[in-house]
């Protein structure tokens, strides 16, 4: 399996063992480490390589944090190989005027980056007041539970993947990225309310094998440059989309933003009736 995918648990038992039970004052650089033990990270922190948080540790994040991922591309496929992966538990809870920023460290950064933040088989981590730019996916959610709340995705080849789990998506912004949303159900359970969905190449994008199990209430979807909703080639059974905003009430116009059955007959498609007649007021970052 490739990077983007679960990384390998041989691969983390090579690297290095790293972990504090308290903030630290001053610079923390990660590089290719373990957090085994319960850890805090505060100011600047600095991240090159696969870190891991062994299950069993939780990693908080403070309000005010920047961390940085450093710039490497070990296999040469153009895409930064600094990630941080959780299998414990991540509590990052920013504040709106302190909001903790995962970001590229380069000086002239640019979309790809580093590679992700994963959650990977672990229990109620949480985002809030998050800002996550210009990573390959800004934060990717399997066979984990997790609430991601007020954040903003931006400049990401995607904003967020998820498939497998139990996550909650509320009143985010999904702004500039290639794709904002990616997912595979697989027997997730998911609810995407109040986002803001905006200005992105596609907005959301059902890979495969998702069902309606996927609950996208009251979000803003509109202004996306291909499509507002694009099915995946194997992406056969139709989606439940109803009660969102998509930018118009001209049913022709919305119908246009979907590629689903109604641009290719083996699709599924994208139900969506009855639609908002009005942008959702209490909608993104809050």
Known sequence: MSKKSIRSGALAALLLALGSSAATAGP???VKGVVREDATWSGEVTVTGQTVVKKGAILTILPGTTVRFLWIDEDGD???????????????RGEKAKPITFTSGRSAPQMKDWTYVMVSTSKDSVFEYCTIEYAFTGIQVHYSSATVRNCLFRRNFEGMRFSTTAVDILNC???GNNYALRFEVNGSRATVARNRIEGNRYGIFPVQRSTSTVKFEQNNITGNAEFQVYFGDSQRADLD???????TADPAAIVAGFFDKTKDPVL????????LQ????ACGIQ
């Open 78 to 92: 153009g895409i930064g190989d600094s990630e941080l992966n959780v299998e414990g538990r991540i509590i990052a």
């Open 173 to 175: 912004d999904f702004i």
């Open 278 to 281: 009005a942008p959702v007021v």
């Open 241 to 247: 989309f109803r009660g969102n905003w998509w930018g």
């Open 28 to 30: 923390q650089d990660y």
């Open 268 to 275: 599924g498609r994208a139900l969506w009736e009855p639609a």
